[in-house]
């Protein structure tokens, strides 16, 4: 009886906490998500500077549409999508930037391996 | 009594809810599957770095939103970071993975580099080697004939070349002699001689010179009977001049009456008299 008074307790618990923090998102949004646009736009830029743009085309498409998704959201007064949106873009934004370095990478090590195969053939030759 | 097993029933609908585990939720799955797979890639590093640390944060929160609040929109979108981000985590490993490999390719590149230049030393060293070994074998060849290691070469001395003083006709032992450095010239075919004719004293000046001359010229006519060409041969009749005994006696004289054979270096040049 004790245990179960215990457990029902901390479960009790959980669910005022759960239906708070329901009631609050139900609530929240009086503020425009500007700061969350502000992060996607700069990680969308990060990725368009490591070259994503041609090394990642459909990663960085897929980040720069959510974005402007978010942006006319915003202009909605769409908050909760624009949060959505945007937290989502600059994750995309993410996977792009670091698509394109891995692609980068991969493309020098491919390059320097030709050469280094090149030059191993030269020296079995001398 | 009654309101108190009312209350327990209340309860009871949340508790079994609390025990049981969540219902399978697709987006949390791939989430979960991404940031495993992210975490096992052997380039992941310490904690992963901060892509898969923020994976972590997002997978957390997708986790409690479906067990705590079975929110299906909140738990979609918080799975869609999670998953994203590990992606994220994967690829940034990835690209280390392909940098190690790239700064191995270059190390080796260097490597081979230098192994071709060690290769070209050890080409010229054995080129010297050879140099060096051939000039050994010719003065070992001609220590049989005493030859005299000079600041002008090898040279080799020969007496008795005529025999007689007014005589063309070659003595048995320089023919000899001929004989042994016309092989020796065979196997050395870069090098030159020259064959420098000496008098002694007596008698004037111009018929010693031309004396000279001719035992010079008797000895080269010896080598190239034994196969030497003539144009690897230099000849000159010194006469009297650059005595190595006294003229003042027969044995002096018969020392001054000789022909040396001076020979050139690897690359042909004989150095002239100072």
């Given at each position: ?81 624009a949060h959505v949106m945007a937290e989502q ?23 320097v391996n030709a050469g280094l195969k090149a ?8 | ?60 929160a997708a986790e409690r939103a479906w067990a ?207």
């Amino acid at each position: 009886m004790n245990a179960t008074q215990t457990m029902t307790g901390r479960c009790s618990r959980w669910l005022a906490t759960g239906l708070a923090v329901l009631v609050l998102a139900a609530c929240a949004s009086p503020q425009p998500p500007r700061e969350r646009l502000t992060l996607a736009q700069a990680s969308l830029e990060a990725a368009a500077s490591s070259g994503a743009p041609e090394l990642a085309p459909a990663e960085y498409e897929r980040a720069r549409t959510k974005l402007e998704a978010a942006k006319v959201a915003l202009g909605r007064n769409e908050y909760g999508k624009a949060h959505v949106m945007a937290e989502q873009a600059e994750a995309d934004a993410l996977v792009a930037r670091h698509k394109a370095g891995a692609e980068r990478a991969r493309r020098a090590t491919e390059e320097v391996n030709a050469g280094l195969k090149a030059l191993r053939e030269q020296t079995m030759r001398r | 009594m009654t309101s108190w097993k009312h209350y327990m029933a209340l309860l009871a609908i949340p508790l079994a809810a609390c025990q049981t585990t969540p219902p399978h939720h697709e987006g949390l799955r791939e989430a979960r599957q991404a940031y495993a797979s992210a975490s096992l890639h052997p380039q992941s590093g310490e904690g992963g770095g901060m892509e898969l640390r923020r994976a972590r944060q997002s997978l957390d929160a997708a986790e409690r939103a479906w067990a705590d609040r079975r929110n299906d929109d909140e738990t979609r979108h918080l799975a869609y970071l999670a998953y994203r981000q590990a992606q994220a985590a994967h690829l940034a490993a990835e690209q280390r993975h392909q940098e190690a490999q790239l700064k191995q390719a270059s190390v080796e590149r260097e490597r081979i580099r230098g192994q071709g230049h060690a290769l070209d030393a050890q080409a010229a060293h054995n080129r010297a080697d050879r140099l060096s070994d051939r000039a050994d074998q010719l003065s070992l060849a001609l220590q049989q004939m005493q030859a005299r290691n000079t600041d002008r070469g090898l040279v080799v001395t020969v007496r008795e070349v005529l025999f007689d003083t007014a005589q063309d006709r070659l003595h048995p032992g320089a023919r000899r002699s001929a004989a042994q450095l016309a092989d020796i010239l065979k196997q050395h075919p870069q090098r030159r001689i020259r064959v420098e004719g000496f008098a002694d004293s007596r008698g004037d000046e111009g018929y010693n010179q031309a004396l000279s001359q001719r035992r010079a010229e008797s000895f080269r006519d010896a080598l190239v009977e034994h196969g030497v060409p003539a144009d690897r041969i230099d000849v000159q009749g010194l006469g009297e001049a650059f005595p190595v005994a006294t003229n003042a006696t027969a044995a002096g004289r018969q020392q001054n009456r000789r022909i040396e054979v001076v020979f050139s270096d690897e690359q042909g040049q004989v150095k002239p008299r100072p």
